[in-house]
């Protein structure tokens, strides 16, 4: 597509429940990263992904986090057992080749909200 | 991680006016940038700019790498400039360390 595509723009779940987010990259492009972007703070970086492996998760918070990308294109986030404290605007952004050199093209994100 | 401290964090301008927005790092980054984030939270990169100088119409960018900051200037303000801005950098080659950002407010 023209850009990154993420669904749904927003999502309320209750605490305890399992979410999925979706993102759907610039098309070709085979690096894609996840940032969580809480009230007033910069976005903080969760995973990155070239092709369909991880290459680095060492963002993720804790195991109830969980991403897959099993064809090397659409990115789904996983959250189990949600806690309040998982509220955040959860960015994905995906650029030609590694490297953040290579420019990165942000979506306009996912707000998720646990009450 | 590397610690990005960003100032002002707030800063309101009169439309027409110019500014400048700073950020310093704790540590030597590699593929410093600059990113402004709109009202609606679409994230935008203005500027990738490891080092030196680069101009983008009403918007320039220099960054000191030796000295660990950047600067961000925005001449002739516009509403169309609020929001927040950001810069970013990384360690290796890949992910992004963000400040917390200068939130800018152009009043007309």
């Known amino acids: 597509g023209a850009g990154v595509s993420q669904t749904p723009s927003n999502k309320v779940t209750e605490k305890g429940k399992y979410v999925e987010l979706r993102c759907d990259p610039i098309?070709?492009?085979?690096?894609l990263y996840w940032y969580r972007q809480s009230l007033g703070q910069g976005p903080e970086f969760l995973i990155y992904?070239?092709?369909?492996?991880?290459?680095?998760d060492s963002g993720l918070p804790n195991d109830r986090f969980f991403a897959v990308r099993p064809e090397g294109s659409v990115s789904t986030l996983k959250i189990q057992r949600t806690e309040r404290g998982d509220s955040a605007v959860y960015l994905c952004?995906?650029?030609?080749?590694?490297?953040?050199?290579?420019?990165?093209?942000f979506g306009s994100g996912t707000r998720l909200t646990v009450v | 991680g590397i610690q990005v401290e960003q100032s002002p964090p707030d800063l309101i301008l009169q439309e027409g006016a110019n500014s400048t927005l700073r950020c310093n790092f704790s540590?030597?980054?590699?593929?410093l940038q600059w990113f402004h984030q709109n009202p609606w939270g679409q994230l935008i990169n203005l500027f990738y700019?490891?080092?030196g100088t680069k101009q983008n119409g009403r918007l320039s960018a220099t960054t000191v790498a030796t000295e660990r900051y950047s600067l961000l200037y925005i001449s002739s303000s516009q509403t169309t400039d609020s929001g927040v801005y950001f810069c970013?950098?990384?360690?290796?080659?890949?992910?992004?360390?963000f400040g917390t950002g200068t939130r800018l407010t152009v009043i007309p």
């Open positions: 098309s070709g492009h085979t690096a």
């Open positions: 540590d030597s980054v590699n593929n």
């Open positions: 970013a950098g990384t360690l290796g080659a890949n992910n992004l360390f």
């Open positions: 952004a995906s650029s030609l080749n590694r490297g953040a050199a290579y420019g990165y093209t």
């Open positions: 700019i490891p080092s």
């Open positions: 992904f070239q092709g369909t492996g991880a290459a680095d």
